[in-house]
């Protein structure tokens, strides 16, 4: 155990700096950020795989150890948990007195009428009836032995658990694709549909599980304050290879409402906008594009990116190069300007949208085997006078911009297009299995308590009181939970009330204890039972209580 727990903490000092540094998985701009931030750190950072903390290998030679550790507590724990549940409860203690909860009566019934009573009453409970000399006889009772079991549900659970979430990471695959909301679909045919995908160690790409979707529409709606209540699409689905002969299903697609397959899930992430612009040539062609762009300010949708153009006819390459074009700049869905008088938005739903543009011409860099962002234009050919900018200008829906060489740019409208997550993880439904026994593992264990009650039932043949019977109880609870005082309380109260003229005494240990005749086991047994008379009682007697492991 104290293994388990030096490497549990050992865990959690080495998931800070995954907590404090950004990670490739998460965000890779971040990473680019911190490296021009830090030229000299970040490279002896990148070594030790703090970019990418939770796939590394000194982090997962932590949690395997961590693992291997659990198990070998818990297979110990449950040899022992079944040894407990076959062994009978321990004998009554010499000193009932001595224990933290004690009560003690005596009543006109006799020892088998009393010993009925009692039985009756501790129905539930597991009971040894033992007898004693003169006719004295005990009761040992214990209950809660659902406590250790729902510990070991709990931790098995959680073994459960680890164990599927990491069949799911090596089986599984997950990605991310932006699909047009206007008829836009999408096929798992393969990675390279995908604008980013995740697989699993196991997972190469060349068969995944073939279905397509369609996505005809996209709603939001907006409060006051523009925050989103809702976002949803009507989309339709086939599963198979072949979407042409296939039935397709229409479905509702909504924010954690993933449309559910019989392999794959489909989740609606997000939404966005593609502005559309028409460029005409000096010689009357036309070329049409409505790209993405992606939000900067998600309150408000404002939105930027770049459209990108080839000139139609054009056989010389150069001369392609050298006249390519790119529309860029801010989209807001809900125009209004600052006092500097720059366009921003003020409301993420589409209210006479305008656009903020600079129109770029020269060699956009597509070809020099460099990749780029469709977002974005390559600043390094604006910094090397290949791409220069020639118009800039803010253009609401309708309106266009003419270039020095009688070349027109229009803004035509604005369509929306929707981020949907497709996720693959064949082990999930035992991750919903395990989390469900480790929450029932962890209630038993948080509410049963384990607790014990001995009950002496001692004739009194000769002298004062002849003919009645002293009940002595005695109670301890295993664990530091409260409440067993009100629970022990409760059940001898009910078991007197059931007997005849009860009158409370006092508990033998208060009495002259010289009356007792010296007994060197019966008085090492009460030692071990009790401690010594000027100790305070102890929580968990050592020897004639039993300690079980």
């Known amino acids: 155990m104290r293994t388990a727990l030096t490497l549990l903490f050992l865990l959690a000092l080495a998931a800070v700096p995954g907590a404090l540094l950004p990670q490739e998985s998460l965000n890779v701009s971040l990473v680019d950020d911190f490296y021009e931030d830090y030229p000299t750190l970040a490279p002896i950072l990148a070594r ?40 009978e409860p321990v004998l009554t203690p010499r000193r009932l007195g001595r224990l933290p909860h004690h009560r003690t009566v005596a009543v006109s019934d006799d020892v088998e009428t009393v010993r009925a009573r009692v039985e009756e009453r501790l129905k539930g409970w597991r009971t040894v009836h033992r007898a004693e000399d003169d006719g004295v006889q005990t009761i040992s009772a214990e209950r809660g032995y659902l406590r250790e079991l729902g510990n070991l549900v709990f931790h098995f659970a959680l073994v459960g658990l680890l164990v599927s979430m990491a069949a799911g990471r090596l089986l599984g695959y997950e990605g991310q694709v932006i699909v047009r909301a206007d008829g836009g679909e999408f096929c798992n045919s393969g990675i390279y549909n995908y604008d980013s995908f995740r697989p699993g160690i196991t997972v190469d790409g060349t068969q995944l ?51 559910r ?16 612009f028409t460029v005409t040539f000096p010689d009357g062609a036309e070329r049409s594009g409505d790209v993405q762009w992606r939000p900067v300010d998600l309150p408000t949708m404002l939105s930027e990116g770049a459209t990108k153009f080839d000139p139609p006819n054009t056989l010389d390459e150069q001369e392609r190069r050298e006249n ?30 305008m656009v903020a543009v600079d129109v770029m011409r020269g060699d956009l860099g597509n070809n020099d085997g460099r990749g780029q962002s469709i977002f974005e234009i390559d600043q390094q050919m604006v910094e090397d006078g290949a791409l220069e900018r020639v118009a800039r200008q803010n253009l609401a829906v309708g309106e266009e911009i003419e270039l020095d060489d ?102 033998p240990s208060a009495r002259d204890a010289s009356a007792e005749p010296p ?26 209580l039993g300690k079980d492991a």
């Open 324 to 353: 390519q074009i790119a529309v860029t700049g801010l989209l807001a869905p809900t125009p209004m300007f600052t006092e500097e008088g720059l366009l921003t938005s003020g409301f993420p739903e589409l209210n006479e949208p």
């Open 406 to 507: 009688g070349t027109t740019v229009r803004f035509d409208g604005v369509e929306r297009w929707t981020s949907l997550q497709v996720s693959y993880d064949p082990a999930q439904l035992w991750v919903l299995v395990s989390s469900m026994f480790i929450l029932g593992g962890l209630g038993l264990s948080l509410i049963v308590k384990r607790r014990r009650l001995w009950v002496r039932i001692t004739p009194q043949g000769s002298g004062a009181g002849t003919g009645r019977t002293v009940v002595e109880f005695g109670g301890l609870a295993r664990t530091d939970q409260a409440g067993y005082g009100e629970e022990f309380t409760g059940l001898t109260t009910e078991v007197i009330a059931g007997l005849g003229e009860p009158t409370a005494v006092a508990p």
């Open 209 to 259: 599980n073939p279905f397509c979707i369609r996505v005809h529409d996209f709603r939001a709606e907006y409060t006051h304050t523009g925050t989103a209540t809702y976002f949803e699409s009507n989309t339709s689905y086939v599963e198979g290879a072949d979407p042409v002969d296939g039935t397709w299903h229409d479905h509702l697609l909504r924010v954690n409402h993933p449309l």
């Open 261 to 276: 397959m019989a392999d794959d899930r489909v989740y609606l992430l997000g939404h966005g906008y593609a502005p559309e």
């Open 48 to 87: 030790l795989g703090m970019f990418d903390v939770f796939a590394s290998v000194w982090f997962a030679a932590i949690y395997v150890l961590l693992f291997v550790s659990l198990i070998g507590c818990l297979l110990p724990r449950t040899f022992d948990h079944a040894r407990s549940l076959r062994a």
């Open 519 to 544: 007994d060197q086991a019966g008085d090492a047994a009460s030692a071990d039972a009790t401690g010594a008379a000027d100790e305070p009682p102890v929580s968990e007697p050592d020897s004639a």
